[in-house]
């Protein structure tokens, strides 16, 4: 089915077709659909390595070389190019733009084969983002965050043989800085599915909820304005929160997708400001 | 004839050196040990006339486990069981699940002793003052009973989860294989192993290929293959370095051009390997055949049998429902003239090697029959449609055959289904095979 130079047979044939090439066009975007949907497909099924009993390492590493695959056969065609250049879609998927945003940021750094792999080693241009950014109660929590981290949870799902428990925090701290596309999404399916509520804590820790940040909606202010104040204070002790009516880690723990294990991608709110941004320190980076 | 048992799914099924034991692993962690019956009835054999295989010993294997270190559990599935060469009354097996390999010591008890001096029949204590004189208890007969004691735990050789193990011919060793790493262990010892493979790269991500199956030569105590999930076969010799990281041969079939596809390497994935009884030759089973190669000959296979080739159009889907990655077993006859593996839809194939034909067969068995007769099938791809062919679309892929067995000496199979076994024997000479 995905076999290369696999001619297909034009089925529309009542039209006339004057022009040979839009044929040849409609083959090869219908091959680039098939071939698209194969590696989302694929990206998926890499994410189902959270379970309880250890991931098949062999199934996992097959489908880790058929997405390196496609993706070098998509650089190679230019069709990389073109989904970056999609960056700010609306329609597309976010995992594509994700995935591509990776492989142009590690193109970068080496000639050699781009590695879709290895978010751990991940270059700090996206750990400088997420702190910079201080919109970070705006976080929104999908499940296809995770595909950006994606990646990073292949090194992973091999590595959980190896990784001791400190090691796994400090991933998992990685992953929460990573885990920004165009929105500052918190890679929470790593930090809450499988690992201890120190863990979790460890991840959000890492942001820091300024108290001098504006909030995303001050209307939010205004209902909370009026509220005895000493039930927040029992609540931060309790609960660890710096600041009561901001938007905290556990507030964001409630607002996750129910299940981690379902693969659906969830739309997710965007936020234009950091959509720009993003985009302008992409631009940079990649040089274009 | 068949036989069905087990409430759990098989997943692995081996017959001793001489075919009078049958051993079944399952999921659930159990090993069922068959015995072939002799002719006690007192009847002279005829020609071709065979024992039934009954249950013979019924033990539990392995538990489940749990890892605190990486918070995973362990299955207790039982991935290979391998006999090891009959030494003395006794049998031994190895079984293993994806971490522990154990040692098990089948034996027969017949006779018990009686007339303790100190115990009454029950084995309670007697009181002292009781016994008046002395007595040398004596064995007297007793049923049958079969004892399974575990002798040996090989434990904490593997951070992988271990798909094959295989006796050597020296008798006193045996390798165990994972993901990345083959380890050589003495029976006597399970404190230790000698690691003789590691593919692990120094850099996790690097990853792109693993062990999929070992096997040790059958008469050279110092070779043993491995096969990987890019296609290739790796023949080592363990004289020549302590870490076997160099292969002697590798052996490698070069791409088809044309058949190239996103899932050329998948379905390249050698998923088991075995020696010919000769030692002369290796069977493989990738995803849509089963390979045949000469171990003096590198180059690729002397031998390709397509299991089945209709489900190339459909790998697609295949790969989706992950029945892409299903591990199909493969076995010589005892001659080594025919070869056999499992397909979908309870069917399997045999393959002769001196005709080239190939034949499918479904392991079934109606429900108000005890036994069942091999009945040959046709999978529909095209051409004229005869009864009782069936389409490509109706084959059940939840109906895997992938665990069956060979008699060492006679024309005697075992079929694991799911959660059935079926033995069936050769009642005629070999010929129509």
Known sequence: ?288 | NASSGATDVISTVEFNQTGDLLATGDKGGRVVIFQRETESKGESEELGESGEYNVYSTFQSHEPDFDYLKSLEIEEKINKIRWLPQQNAAHFLLSTNDKTIKLWKVSERDKRPEGYNLKDEEGRIKDISTVTSLRVPVLKPTDLMVEVRPRRIFANGHTYHVNSISVNSDGETYLSADDLRVNMWHLDITDRSFNIVDIKPANMEDLTEVITAAEFHPQHCHLFVYSSSKGTLRLCDMRESALCDKHSKIFEEPEDPGNRSFFSEIISSVSDVKFSHSGRYLLTRDYLTVKVWDLNMEKGPVETYQVHEYLRSKLCSLYENDCIFDKFECVWNSTDSVIMTGAYNSFFRMFDRETGRGVTLEAWRESSKPRAVLRTRRVYTGGRRRRGDVGVDSLDFTKKILHMAWHPAENIIAIAATNNLYIFQDRVNAENL
């Not at chain 1, 998926?44 to 070389?65: D, F, G, T, W, Y």
């Not at chain 1, 993706?71 to 190679?76: F, L, Y």
């Open chain 1, 1 to 288: 089915m995905f076999s290369k130079g696999t001619k297909r047979k034009f089925s529309d044939g009542d039209e006339e077709i004057s022009d040979e090439s839009l044929v040849g066009a409609r083959v090869a975007s219908s091959y680039s659909l098939q071939r698209q949907s194969l590696l989302d497909m694929s990206l998926i099924k890499l994410q189902l390595c959270h379970m309880l009993v250890e991931p098949n390492l062999c199934r996992s590493v097959l489908i880790a070389n058929t997405v390196r695959q496609i993706q070098e056969e998509m650089t190679h065609d230019g069709s990389w190019h073109m989904v970056t250049e999609a960056f700010c879609g609306p329609g597309q998927s976010p995992s594509e733009r994700l995935v591509a945003t990776e492989v142009l940021c590690r193109s970068r750094e080496q000639d050699a084969e781009p590695k879709l792999f290895s978010v751990i080693s991940y270059e700090g241009c996206r750990e400088e983002e997420v702190v910079a950014d201080e919109t970070l109660c705006s976080v929104s929590v999908s499940d296809t965050v995770s595909n950006v981290c994606l990646a990073g949870r292949i090194g992973q799902c091999w590595e959980k043989s190896e990784l001791s428990g400190v090691e796994r925090d400090e991933e998992a701290l990685e992953d929460s800085r990573l885990g920004s596309g165009e929105d500052e999404e918190i890679d929470t399916e790593d930090g809450a599915s499988t690992e201890s509520p120190k863990t979790t804590g460890q991840v959000f820790g890492t942001f820091e909820i300024k108290n001098s940040s504006p909030a995303p909606d001050s209307a939010l202010e205004e209902l909370f304005s009026d509220v005895d104040t000493s039930y927040y204070d029992l609540d931060t002790m309790l609960t660890g929160m710096q600041s009561a009516p901001k938007m905290g880690p556990y507030d964001i723990l409630d607002s996750l997708a129910p299940s981690h294990s379902s693969p659906s991608i969830v739309s997710t709110p965007k936020c234009r400001s950091d959509l720009n941004e993003l985009d302008h320190i992409m631009e940079i980076i990649v040089g274009s």
